[in-house]
């Protein structure tokens, strides 16, 4: 039975904006089967796709050293991609109902089986955070908490910087970007392992500043879980 409140404000399809069909669901029937899961074989850093079976890292991986240990994602960028812009800059917070528990769904055992301490969303510049009035990595964090019993550190690590939006820079000016943009936000919260959580991994600029930064606090394993992720094209 719907209730009252669905009714007045339906659920908003992630994928096709629209209220959702069936009622109460939260995704179209019909619109699920266009969202494409990252497939096998995938690099054993990032987790990007491979196009050889034979190969164990994908290009950006061979050619870079990575501050995190290992990263999983949950679906290619190309067909979340309107979706994901959509749930950063249109206000459609509702969308990590469902997109948090695809990620627990289908990525939880393997971070089960990491034995972490807590998921760390990549956090946003308090400027940034006051102008959209929420942060998306961290609503996907909290569903993904909830889904898997893990707890949730959302100020452990902050961005003191307010960088300009890496879709905009080349590989370079993206690391440069990112220098001293994070620190430690709980000095006395200690983790040993943890989960970053974000919406698009690329290049991995990102999520090594913040590792670098979770390496100086003592972190001796760092992981990270992506709503999604590009093919070494689509820029982070």
Partial sequence: MIDFKTLLFPQRCPVCDRPVKPAGALVCRSCAPKLVYVRQPLCMKCGKELSDENQEYCRDCLHKKHLYDRGISLYRYASVKKAVYRFKYAGRQEYAAFFGKEMAWHLGRQILSWKVDALVPVPLHPARKRKRGYNQAELLALEIGKQLGIRVENNWLIRTKNTVPQKLLNG?????????????????????????????????????????????????????????????????
């Fill in 172 to 236: 370079q000016e993206r690391r440069n970007n990112l220098k001293k943009a994070f620190k430690a936000g709980q000095n006395d919260v200690k983790l040993n392992a943890i989960v970053i959580i974000d919406d698009i991994y690329t290049t991995g600029s990102t999520i090594d500043a913040m590792a670098a930064v979770c390496r100086q606090q003592g972190v001796s394993r760092i992981y990270f879980a992506a709503l999604s992720i590009g093919n070494g094209q689509e820029v982070r």
